[in-house]
């Protein structure tokens, strides 16, 4: 096992000396020596049938596809023209682009200095952009068909040597290459498919992190940037902006900006636009798909796993779309299909899942501002193993387009490169027996054809005259001003053009703000937010039309907008907002709105200060509901300006904010000006509920005088609010500390009372406290309430507190004993009062795992270290080498495998896979818990199936149980290899999950 490491951004790999950026003489190794040791002995978790099932041939894949009626799977192009093909891109002369995906998954020329369990790598350095970078294998191609017979028999190479390169995008005069770390332009001004030299280098600072999620899906957005997606285990550091993880960027290559357009969601590999410009992409989640992106909005994404959002402040994000129908994971490629040759799918979602070998259409269904999906018909379903849809695409011609990976590997969870390199292929999906029009060349067009393609049924049509009229030299103005004028069908894209043309001016827009088209009138929000308003009669028409907007979505991009504005022209806005009282209800809109406010916190403290004095703003359901508390949960909050987290074992921690008493000195006294500015005492109740919440850690030592002043006044007027109580405790009030601690005897607290009484007990440790949580802690029958005592304890740094727990460790449940095992271990006068007890033997908490001894092994107390080396050699000469050597593996093979749905900590997730932590079914037999590894088991109230792992070895069986059973069982015995031997040929040919009965019987029969 090697050490997980801080993955460094390649923002900041780029600072390593000039000497590394040269290529390399000679190719490098692959690994560093030691890492090489541990992929030999690697074995492979996730979907991977390498080496036990062979991609069919092109046909014969085809031909099993089983489609609807009237439907029909037709193959376009194959290896060896084709192979590993992961983006599709379509030209305006109907041409499709290919980037063949050859290189993955290891970068050329690099080498891997390290792992993390979720196979996140560190590489040796950052390789140089072209035409300096390692060679590659990966190569971008041009399919063409010429005769118009669906196949394309004309294949050109337009860069090749590319060194993992995931998207492609056609311009007038060249073409977009991400080739991560970097962004490229490709100049090609005659389009004579041969670039006109080295490429352009717009963008560094790509993540290489984890090759099968890296920045991907490049896509023109209607305003003229370009917009991509980045997955979820890759960052990264661009102009001063950082993201962990996934989200959908933004490019403008006029102004070189480049900015996050939307943070979080799936392990995101697909980017789309409909007809009205709303953004739309896939995901790896199951029972979704995908998201619908508002500007500026933050998502849900693993946030352990994948790091802390950007700000620490959102204080909430959106999930992914609602769905209803087929619910395996996961849909990560997407289109919205718009074109007429399928009729009946027009305005639907068609997804590739690769996963389960399917692509499926599903209705679009408006909620609120955003979305909900629906399935209809499966489009395709096989039993081809190998059919792998890792991007789809719908033509010029009104077919879909999917590049079919072919490999019976799809997990990425193995280091090693057991790829098919040798297939691919391109598949189309047709009416049966059309005739489909031939391709066509739309540069050859005149001005007044391209104009006439912004109403054509074929959004890709219309994708391709936008962006040509954009560059045409021609007076179009007028034309695209009638257009929009008459409120055509094209009236959109014409103001799109105009757009791109800059012949939009502020006053142009601002007029737009009452056009009869919604998305006329919500793009026009939407550009003046983007461009930043600059005229004051602008400003009033934004907040006067958002006052009066009756459509929905309209109002979302208003929320969105009033962000990127200045404090005086975006709080206006969001004071308009609040007048639809319907929007409290909406999936968006109050998020959105608190985002907006939150973005003016600095520079906007008037304005906010005028909207807490308006009576108006709180007759608003919005901003009682949502807002208010949020307000002032953010001043308190905020307690200093170096904010950080934490990398450790691959996890990240949440946001980390360092207090520094000037800074929460000042946002304490803005404080105490939002509580004097409320219209009555209720108002100001709602704010200081909020404060309480924000105000984490100790003691504020020198509080404002007039916030300590209007906080004890609450609190006199209302002394059994728990939240002034606490508030007034936190400022140094002696009174309502006393009365927190007295009130924490009250049984009759509603829970979240008692949560917020014992978080402040934590953290300011009164000594009359410690001995009420121990005497609770030994009372107390509930396990949940149990389980906040033994946290509260944590905050005492006394050993008396380590003595509590100590002795009330064995009437805890298995649960709280894990929780009480990591307390114990975490502070040094804790952990060596827990080490001298167990030394005495008057303390045995079983098997020590692996965390907590990682913890304990991090003190630099001598006399602890020599005490824990005492009990380590006893417990591992106890279990043996050979046990020793199971327990490592398995902690590996468990990370990979089982950590994505029980996560590392065994804490499982919510609606998807149960808890492991002191679980009864890991104190069952060895037969049962083989069974279950190898034929799965049914998930209770949950609707999900645990799959069943049959292509794990023997011995890889062996230690994931092993190391399952000690690191959340408290549970020593070992499972060999030659035990998991015996029960796999027992079971014979069994193809369905395991039922909680039937494991009870088989538990009861032995």
């Known amino acids: 096992m090697f050490p997980s490491r801080l993955l460094l951004p390649c923002s900041l790999l780029l600072l390593l000396p000039a000497a590394h950026a040269g290529a390399p003489a000679a190719e490098p190794p692959r690994f560093t020596p030691e890492l090489e040791e541990f992929v030999r002995h690697f074995k492979p978790g996730g979907q991977d049938f390498a080496g036990q099932a062979r991609a069919l041939p092109p046909e014969e894949s085809v031909r099993r596809m089983q489609v609807p009626e009237g439907y029909a799977a037709e193959l376009v192009a194959s290896e060896p023209a084709v192979r590993q093909p992961i983006d599709l891109r379509f030209d305006a002369r109907g041409r499709l682009w290919v980037v063949q995906y050859l290189q993955y ?14 196979i996140r790598a560190e590489f040796d350095r950052v390789p140089p952009p072209p035409p300096r970078h390692p060679r590659g294998a990966d190569q971008i191609s041009i399919l063409e068909d010429r005769d118009g017979d669906g196949r394309f028999e004309i294949v050109k190479t337009f860069v090749d040597g590319l060194n993992l390169a995931t998207s492609v995008l056609p311009d007038v ?20 498919d041969v670039p006109d030299g080295d490429p352009e280098v717009h963008l560094a600072g790509f993540g290489l992190e984890d090759t099968h999620s890296l920045a991907s899906s490049l896509h023109w957005g209607p305003d003229g940037w370009i917009y991509g997606a980045t997955g979820s285990t890759t960052n990264l550091e661009i102009q001063g902006v950082r993201l962990l993880g996934q989200g959908i960027w933004r490019y403008h290559p006029g102004t070189r900006a480049f900015e996050v357009f939307a943070e979080g969601g799936g392990n995101t590999f697909s980017l789309e636009f409909d007809q009205y410009g709303r953004a739309f992409s896939g995901t790896n989640n199951g029972a979704t798909r995908g998201l619908h992106y508002a500007q500026g909005a933050t998502y849900v994404k693993g946030w352990t796993k994948h790091g802390p959002a950007m700000n620490p402040f959102i204080f909430g994000f959106f999930e992914h779309m609602a769905h209803e129908g087929y619910g395996q994971r996961f849909p990560q490629t997407f289109i919205l299909y718009e074109a007429g040759l399928l009729p009946e799918l027009n305005g639907q979602i068609v997804v590739g899942m690769s996963l389960t070998n399917r692509v499926q259409a599903s209705q679009l269904l408006p909620q609120t501002s955003t979305f909900r999906t629906v399935d209809r018909a499966a489009l395709i379903t096989t039993d081809d193993r190998t059919f792998r849809p890792v991007d789809i695409e719908q033509g010029p011609d009104g077919a879909i387009y999917l590049a079919d990976w072919s490999d019976p590997r799809l997990s990425h969870l193995n280091p090693k490169d057991t790829w098919d390199k040798a297939t691919g292929r391109i598949v189309r999906l047709v009416p049966k027996g059309a005739a489909l029009p031939r391709p066509e060349d739309l540069t050859k067009l005149d001005d007044a054809a391209l104009l006439a393609r912004l109403s054509h049924p074929n959004r890709e049509h219309r994708e391709q005259a936008r962006r040509l009229l954009a560059r045409r030299p021609g007076e179009q103005g007028p034309h695209l001003r009638a257009l929009v004028e008459v409120n055509a069908p094209a009236a959109l894209e014409a103001f799109w053009v105009l757009n791109l043309r800059h012949e939009l001016q502020e006053a142009e827009l601002r007029a737009a703000l009452a056009h009869p088209n919604p998305h006329v009138r919500r793009w026009a929000v939407r550009l003046l937010g983007d461009r930043g308003v600059q005229q004051a009669a602008t400003a009033a028409a ?20 009033a962000r990127r504005l200045r404090a005086g022209q975006g709080v206006p806005v969001v004071r308009a907002l609040l007048r639809h009282e319907a929007d409290a209800g909406d999936r968006h809109l109050p998020l959105l709105l608190w985002w907006a406010l939150e973005s003016h916190a600095e520079e906007g403290r008037e304005e906010l200060l005028a909207l807490v004095a308006d009576p108006a703003s709180w007759r608003a359901p919005t901003f009682r509901r949502e807002l208010a508390e949020r307000l002032g949960r953010r001043f308190t909050a905020d307690q200093g300006p170096r904010r950080h987290y934490t990398l450790r074992q691959g996890v990240y921690s949440e946001w980390i904010i360092d207090r520094a008493p000037e800074h929460l000195r000042r946002n304490l006294e803005f404080c105490a000006r939002l509580l004097e ?3 009555g005492p209720e108002e100001a109740l709602l704010l200081a509920q909020g404060m309480a919440r924000g105000l984490a850690g100790p003691r504020v030592t020198t509080p404002p005088p007039a916030l300590l002043q209007a906080i004890v006044a609450a609190w006199n007027r209302a002394p059994d609010h728990v939240a002034l109580t606490a508030l007034a405790a936190r400022l140094g009030v002696a009174e309502a ?10 049984a009759r607290l509603t829970e979240s009372d008692q949560q917020i009484l014992l978080d402040l007990v934590s953290a300011l440790a009164p000594p009359d406290a410690l001995p009420l949580l121990a005497d609770q802690l030994r009372t107390e029958r509930n396990e949940a309430r149990r389980a906040r005592r033994l946290t509260a304890l944590a905050g005492f740094d006394q050993p008396a507190a380590a003595a509590a727990v100590l002795e009330a460790y064995a009437n ?8 009480a095992l990591r307390n114990l271990a975490e502070k040094p006068a804790w952990a060596r009062l827990m080490l001298e007890r167990m030394a005495a033997g008057t303390f045995s908490p079983g098997v020590l795992g692996s965390g907590t001894l990682a913890t304990l092994r991090a003190h630099p107390d001598p006399v602890l270290q020599r005490l824990l080396e005492r009990q380590v050699g006893a417990a591992t000469g106890a279990a043996g080498a050979e046990t020793a050597l199971l327990i490592d593996a398995g902690r590996t093979a468990y990370n990979l495998t089982c950590a994505p749905c029980h996560q590392e900590s065994g804490s499982g997730l919510v609606g998807l896979a149960p808890t492991l932590l002191a679980s009864p079914w890991l104190q069952r037999s060895d037969e049962v818990l083989v069974n279950i590894i190898l034929h799965g088991k049914e998930n209770p109230g949950r609707g999900l199936v645990m799959p069943p792992w049959r292509q794990l070895d023997d011995a890889q069986v062996a230690a994931i149980l092993t190391y399952a059973r000690r690191e959340f069982g408290n549970d020593a015995r070992a499972v060999s290899p030659g035990r998991v031997k015996e029960i796999r040929a027992a079971g014979g040919t069994r193809d369905r999950p395991w039922s909680d009965r039937e494991l009870e019987a088989l538990a009861g029969v032995r």
């Open 812 to 819: 805890l449940g298995p649960r709280l004993q894990t929780t």
């Open 737 to 746: 500390e006393n009365r927190a601690v007295s009130r924490l005897r009250d």
């Open 105 to 118: 998954p290891f970068p050329a020329g690099l080498t891997v200095t390290a792992y993390d369990q979720y």
């Open 542 to 561: 934004l907040a006067g039309r958002a006052a009066v907007e009756p459509d929905v979505e309209v109002r979302s991009q208003f929320a969105s907008s």
């Open 173 to 192: 005069d060249g073409v977009w290459v991400l080739m991560s770390p970097y962004l490229l332009f490709y100049p090609d001004r005659n389009g004579d």
């Open 677 to 679: 500015a409320a219209p």
